[in-house]
């Protein structure tokens, strides 16, 4: 069978007979629970790359990556930085814009 040429999009599938697997929601790749950690999967909620760990596998039916699970104090450097960079950068093409 040829490799995917994508990085899996995985969700948590829970059979009536106990059974837990994870598949693609863009492909027929399936695999059980037990191959799952250190997988690379998109992250539902930035649509960024992440590693799949026990703590995803444990927790989320649609896995998602550590930026996006912690919580908002750990996450608060973060979005500060970026908000920084954010302001920044719009600041010099503001003045770029104004000395032009």
């Known amino acids: 069978m040829p490799a995917a040429n994508h990085i899996h999009k995985y ?3 829970e059979f009536k ?3 837990t697997s994870y598949d693609c929601v863009w492909c027929p790749h399936m695999l059980p629970i037990s191959r799952m950690e250190g997988r690379q999967s998109i992250c539902w909620e930035c649509e960024q790359p992440f590693e ?5 596998l444990r927790y989320q039916k649609k896995p998602k990556c550590e930026i996006c699970t912690g919580s ?3 996450r608060e450097p973060d979005l500060i930085n970026e908000l920084k960079e954010r302001l920044t950068s719009e600041g010099i093409e503001k003045e770029q814009d104004a000395n032009s």
């Open 11 to 13: 969700r948590r599938l």
């Open 52 to 56: 799949i760990t026990k703590k995803t």
């Open 17 to 19: 007979n106990g059974n």
């Open 72 to 74: 908002v104090k750990e």
